[in-house]
């Protein structure tokens, strides 16, 4: 849409001169806050697109939020694991000391 509507904005301006005194001969008035509006909306619109481009969506941003969750709830798992997995080796090896010394 950008792409066509900025030559023929530029024609415009560039012709505005010619287009009102070929117009005032027919005894037209022509009106160019037109064109001067889609020249502005054109460029509001391209900023908005790209502030559009380069801000994560809420979906994405809620999509990223809820992985780093997961991800964080199974590191803890698994360092849960770990825990216990050392407590139970502790255990053991307290147990074998103790049987030593009973020996």
């Known amino acids: 849409v950008l792409t066509k509507t900025q030559p023929l904005v530029e024609w415009f301006e560039r012709n505005k001169e010619e287009l ?24 509001a619109l391209a900023k908005h697109a790209m502030r ?15 992985l780093q969750k997961e991800t964080e709830e199974r590191h803890n798992l698994i360092l ?7 407590e139970r080796e502790c255990e053991r090896e307290r147990e074998r000391e103790r049987e030593r010394e009973r020996e």
Do not use: H, N
């Open 20 to 43: 009102t005194k070929r117009y005032k001969t027919y005894g037209l008035a022509i009106d160019f806050s037109p064109v001067e509006e889609m020249k502005v909306s054109s460029i």
């Open 52 to 66: 559009v481009a380069l801000t994560p969506s809420q979906k994405y941003q809620s999509k990223r939020e809820e």
């Open 80 to 86: 849960l694991k770990r825990e216990r997995e050392c």
